[in-house]
């Protein structure tokens, strides 16, 4: 019953440095979504995808990109690491259309320094 | 677009007082839901509202969706330690199906 698995759970990036989130799910979702939270703060969507082959910009997409090439992962690059990314990044799934819940994953904690 | 917000921002309580946040959304929604999220955890789901006026009930929290479909509230009953968390509304609205998430309650209970 894993959900929805994210890795690694914690990073230390130096600035300048690139790393890829790796995040699957085994319910057969056809929504994911990655959010970061900093501290104290709410969930901000970075991008999401409806299915595979699909992805869109959330409300801060800027030093990020993604892919979607099957239904199950969905991964989250890290260009050019900057402190400004010092946060923890959450991937979620849902099944989509009206009133799906998101699962989310444990979550990413990542530092730049 | 479409903004939901969330007030308190934070609350502390002595335990065994009533604890309630609010959601107010910029536009009419078609299903609100909740969320709760632990210290150094992940958001975890507790409830759906769809109904105008609808009102659901979880042990001691209780969960109210707006007539108008733009604002809702949680309410929890004689809080307990392990009360403590953030509560996050999201709104679904438009024709995406996409969850707007609020800012977030941060509840801490003093035992």
């Known amino acids: 019953n894993a959900g929805v698995t994210q890795t690694p759970k914690f990073r230390i990036l130096k600035i300048g440095q690139s790393m890829t989130l790796q995040c699957t799910q085994d319910?057969?979702?056809?929504?994911m979504y990655w959010y970061r939270q900093d501290p104290g703060m709410g969930l901000k969507l970075i991008y999401y995808s409806v299915g595979a082959g699909i992805t869109d910009k959330g409300e801060v997409p800027n030093g990020y990109n993604v892919s979607r090439s099957t239904t199950e992962d969905f991964p989250l690059r890290l260009e050019l690491a900057a402190p400004s990314q010092t946060s923890v990044y959450f991937c979620?799934?849902?099944?989509?259309?009206?009133?799906?819940?998101?699962?989310f994953g444990e979550g990413s904690w990542l530092t730049v320094v | 677009g479409q903004q939901v917000m969330q007030i308190p921002q934070y609350q502390h309580v002595q335990e065994g007082e009533d604890f309630t946040t609010y959601c107010n959304s910029s536009?009419?929604?078609?299903?609100i839901q909740w969320y709760k999220q632990r210290p150094g955890g992940h958001p975890v789901f507790l409830i759906q509202?769809?109904?105008?006026?609808e009102v659901k009930k979880q042990k001691r929290l209780t969960f109210q969706f707006g007539e108008a479909k733009k604002n809702s509230s949680l309410h929890i009953t004689a809080t307990q330690t392990t009360d403590v968390g953030t509560y996050f509304c999201?709104?679904?609205?438009?024709?995406?199906?996409?969850?707007?998430f609020g800012k977030g309650t941060l509840l801490t209970v003093n035992p």
């Open positions: 999201a709104g679904e609205g438009g024709s995406n199906y996409k969850l707007t």
């Open positions: 979620a799934s849902s099944g989509g259309g009206a009133g799906n819940t998101i699962y």
């Open positions: 319910m057969n979702h056809n929504y």
């Open positions: 536009t009419t929604l078609s299903n």
């Open positions: 509202l769809v109904k105008s006026g």
